[in-house]
């Protein structure tokens, strides 16, 4: 037999068991999947949820509008949002557009001046911050990895400036740039400001801030229609009267405004049922998805109810601020009132199912005894399906928080050999569930 007739008759073999093989697979994936037709199951994992409310604020600050009439044109020298001292520079007035478009063109390249300075001097001057420099890029690069993470967009944007400065200057010493370019730089953007200064005209005029405090550049006709001093006894028809107000709009005549105090308030109503999840609570946290991306820490300062209307209204206290939080008034805000620990179960998983156990009486005997409508999830363990008896927190947004380090109380009271643990595979979907059927 010639060599061509044997790799022809190996060839033939060789697809053949190939075709056996496939052939077995697919008879065989029919028939697992016959067996656990109507099984779904989700994978039982640790996470932490909160027990939150959604509902409408409206939020109350000491404010200050900055009432100052001018002619010309407004420059602003701080950002909004930022904390100003009592008769600190807000802005310049210019009598042309032209004129305040060429300072804030000098007060950008100030600052990239006194970014570049740094780097043009000689590469001696890093030698004793070489060995930092690279610990301080690592913390730049998690810092804005955190914060884009968490939605902090402007924090990450404040870090991705001192990145690029820290590169720069690591290139400097590895040789990759001169420290005489950022010299020339420095040289061209300094006489850039020079013929900025000599055609420009001078601000005539300057707004100073009347006090301390946060500045916040708009206004909208809401700023003292609650005194703050009496916002912890606002009931819910007063403030059902402020969420119903049309937005005015500030005085045309208005710089701005300065929050004077870092504690402001959120107002919100709820009734009775929601009420109840705030028993025995001092502290929650609020979102508010509409006007700032950071989670706002708060306390419950007040609870006003209208036994008439069975409506309360909650005092938040919150002292945290920034540019966003500082500009809003009448949000939609999440309450989350608490929050909770532990393995989340989808509450599809849940069932109550009659168990037997068993219990040794006075006499030393085992006595079989069945208890009635335990609550417990279908677990997929060694192909077969297993009741186990869940002790749950609380039940959350669709979800049951488990324990799985349970009380010496707790343990007595289970009649199945164990309870929910991490990963288990747990039935969220299926018919003519058992205990010990076959799945796999």
Do not use: H
């Not at 409508?373 to 077969?384: A, C, F, I, P």
């Amino acid at each position: 037999m010639n060599t061509k007739k044997i790799r022809a008759m190996a060839a033939v073999s060789l697809a053949f068991l190939i075709i056996v093989y496939v052939c077995f697979y697919l008879v065989n994936k029919q028939a697992v999947s016959f067996r656990n037709k109507g099984i779904t199951t989700e994978t039982a994992l640790y996470g932490e949820i909160s027990d939150s409310i959604q509902t409408q604020g409206f939020a109350v600050r000491e404010e200050t509008i900055i009432d100052q009439t001018y002619s010309g044109v407004l420059n602003y020298r701080v950002a909004n949002g930022s904390k100003v001292s009592q008769g600190g520079l807000i802005a310049d007035i210019f009598l042309q557009e032209s004129d305040a478009a060429a300072q804030n063109r000098i007060d950008r390249i100030d600052r990239e001046i006194q970014s570049l300075e740094g780097l043009a001097q000689p590469i001696d001057y890093y030698a004793s911050t070489s060995a930092a420099m690279g610990e301080q890029i690592f913390d730049s690069l998690c810092g804005i990895l955190t914060n884009i993470q968490r939605s902090n967009f402007s924090g990450a944007a404040e870090l991705k400036e001192n990145l690029l400065l820290l590169l720069s200057r690591k290139q400097v010493m590895a040789g990759e740039e001169s420290s005489q370019d950022y010299a020339q730089r420095v040289t061209e953007l300094q006489a850039e400001k020079n013929q900025l200064s000599a055609g420009a005209g001078q601000a005539v005029d300057t707004i100073e801030a009347p006090q301390a405090g946060y500045f916040i550049s708009s206004t909208d006709g809401f700023e003292s229609v609650v005194d703050v001093n009496d916002v912890k006894s606002i009931m819910p028809d007063e403030l059902e009267n402020l969420l119903a107000m049309e937005q005015g709009g500030g005085a045309q005549s208005s710089v701005g405004k300065i929050c004077s105090d870092f504690k402001w308030y959120l107002v919100c109503i709820f009734d009775d049922v929601s009420m109840i999840k705030f028993e025995g609570v001092e502290e929650v946290s609020l979102d508010i998805p509409f006007a700032s991306t950071e989670t706002i820490p708060a306390k419950v300062i007040a609870k006003n109810r209208d036994p008439k209307t069975e409506k309360t209204a909650v005092v938040l206290e919150c002292s945290y601020m920034d540019a966003d939080i500082a500009t809003i008034r009448n949000e939609t805000v999440q309450v989350n009132v608490k929050n909770y620990k532990g393995v989340l179960v989808n509450e599809k998983a849940l069932r109550f199912c009659n168990v037997e156990y068993n219990e040794t009486d006075e006499n030393g005997n085992q006595v079989t005894k069945v208890r009635e409508n335990v609550k417990g999830v279908y677990v997929v363990y060694g192909g077969q399906l297993e009741f186990v008896q869940v002790i749950t927190v609380k039940d959350v947004n669709g979800y049951a928080v488990c324990k799985t380090e349970l009380s010496d109380s707790e343990l007595e009271s289970m009649v199945t050999r164990r309870t929910v643990q991490l990963y288990d595979e747990i039935v969220v979907g299926g018919v003519d569930l058992y205990d010990g059927k076959i799945v796999k």
